[in-house]
């Protein structure tokens, strides 16, 4: 391990006094979350991942109703890009009000799991499911291939996979799951003053580093120590992709409950669409090794999957079913958290924190420099 | 993203004759063969491969091999796959920690009826 002289850092420049306040082991621990942005991967169970054509192809896809059975809307309905690939919505709008928040749609090239309860192991999957899926897109394989036929996109789409018409309906379907896919890895954040402070730590270039907030500094100490926000918010995208109880209720109502990633592993391990199926473009199947190998557990009840924090200022509401409307609210969650109502037989990790109003907004101000937006 | 690693593990007893590469882990029965793990550095919430060596003549019938945080009480999340190398040489693959902190490796080792668990603590950063 390196070590540094003096983690603390006092710069006098006129009346204005800048601090790194990091301990030694506080810097290590930042710089896990970088670098960033993340050098490209191109996903080998999609064969046109990082095609131009394909993520052109995508994106017009993307923002246009012929994905929906009845052309009521695109993906960008609920997928907004001006609104970071979300929306303000509590629970998205498809054709019914849905269960859970729309979680935003970048950073997610090379993840483990996709969506609230991980139903998908690759992204052509999670993009090919709201397709069909009744309370969505709502089409059929074959009413997809009939209106695809029937488009302006028809030509883009022959350029890239041939004729439309010796394709079977359900290649069809992949095909344009594949495709969306292909944009949808393009869909990155930009840098943050996050990252400028965690590079400039790596650098040993305490004068550019402690340009960072103190207030952030001081949240960014309570993250990494007694907030325990660590544990799940690690790596680059701030995420170990797993799924956890956040003592958020799921029931929908008297009588149902969502039932997370418990229902999210059913569905999956029942799927014609994983990594280890015949789906996949990849011969040697990577990445079909983690639906093979989890552990299923009936603590997996209501738990959901631990989504990134990069740009999290620009993506309220908060939690799977958005029921927390500001980050300030998600803050004040997890430091009154009642713990009655994690599962018994659950992790130990979340108690009530009892943070005072300054340390909740030290870890608001450095949840903010996750993103590139200013408060109002 | 690679982290440090530390073993924290105390081994007791003599050395015994093996090519094994890593740290010895630790069996609370006397007499225990020795096992040795051995690992590169462990990516945080990314699969990783271990490498175990048993040191003893008696063939090993079957290795078990699993991993908690006590702190947390949980372990976990994936059930990592051991293959068999020859020599008392086993390759463990599709371990996976997906969190900071103290977890303690723990392996179960099967002789002709007889089990013996060993265990080692590696702390993620």
């Known amino acids: 391990m390196r070590l540094w002289g003096p983690a603390v850092l006092v710069i006098l420049t006129g009346a204005v006094r800048a601090e790194v306040l990091l301990s030694e082991e506080e810097i290590q621990q930042t710089l896990s979350f970088g670098p960033w942005p993340p050098s490209f991967q191109s996903d080998p169970s999609n064969r046109i991942s990082n095609d131009a054509r394909a993520i052109a192809l995508g994106a017009a896809l993307f923002t246009d109703p012929v994905l929906s059975v009845d052309g009521a809307f695109s993906c960008a309905s609920c997928h907004d890009p001006k609104q970071a690939f979300t929306t303000s919505d509590t629970r998205a709008l498809g054709r019914v009000l849905l269960d859970r928040n729309t979680p935003s749609l970048r950073n997610l090239s090379g993840l483990r799991w996709y969506g609230w309860g991980g139903k998908s192991d690759s992204l052509w999957a999670a993009s090919l499911h709201p397709i069909i899926e009744e309370q969505e897109m709502a089409h059929n394989k074959e009413s997809l291939k009939s209106a695809l036929s029937e488009s302006s996109f028809i030509d883009d789409f022959e350029a890239i996979f041939g004729g439309i018409q010796s394709q079977d309906p359900e290649l069809v379907l992949v095909n344009t799951a594949k495709t969306l896919s292909a944009y949808l890895e393009t869909l990155v954040t930009e840098r943050t003053q996050f990252d400028d402070f965690r590079d400039a730590l790596e650098r040993r270039d305490l004068t550019e580093a402690a340009h960072y907030p103190e207030t952030a500094q001081r949240g960014l100490q309570l993250f990494l120590g007694r907030g325990n926000c660590v544990f799940c918010h690690n790596s680059p995208g701030f995420s170990n992709n797993e799924f956890h109880d956040a003592g958020v209720p799921y029931f929908l109502n008297e009588t149902e409950v969502d039932e997370g990633r418990f229902g999210g592993l059913n569905f999956l391990l029942s799927s014609a669409y994983t990594l280890g199926g015949d789906w996949s473009d990849d011969p040697d199947k990577r990445g079909a090794w983690a639906v093979r190998s989890v552990r299923r557990s009936h603590s997996d009840f209501g738990t959901f999957r631990t989504p990134s924090l990069r740009g999290v200022a620009e993506t309220a509401p908060y939690m799977h079913n958005g029921s927390l409307n500001d980050l300030d609210a998600v803050i004040r969650h997890y430091s009154e958290i009642d713990t009655e109502r994690l599962h018994t037989d659950g992790e130990a990790i979340l108690s009530e924190l009892n943070l005072s109003e300054q340390e909740i907004a030290d870890l608001v101000a450095f949840l903010e420099t996750l993103s590139n937006v200013t408060r109002p | ?125």
């Not at chain 2, 919430?45 to 947390?72: G, K, W, Y």
């Not at chain 2, 976990?76 to 900071?100: C, I, Q, S, W």
């Not at chain 2, 002789?111 to 993620?124: D, E, H, P, Q, V």
Request: aromatic share 8%.
């Open chain 2, 1 to 125: 993203m690679i982290r440090c690693i530390f073993w924290l593990l105390a081994s007791s007893g003599a050395a015994v004759a093996c090519e094994a590469a890593g740290e010895r882990m630790n069996s609370e029965t006397q007499d225990a063969p020795a096992v040795y793990v051995a690992v590169d550095d462990i990516p945080l919430s990314q699969p990783f491969s271990i490498l175990v060596t048993v040191c003893n003549e008696a063939a090993v019938n079957e290795m078990r091999v699993d991993a908690i945080m006590p702190a947390h009480k949980h372990g976990l999340n994936y059930t990592p796959k051991v293959t068999a190398l020859g020599d008392g040489n086993f390759r463990v693959d599709e371990m996976l920690f997906h969190m900071p902190g103290l977890w303690v490796l723990q392996v179960d080792v099967d002789f002709r009826g007889r089990s013996l668990s060993y265990t080692s603590s590696i702390a993620l950063k």
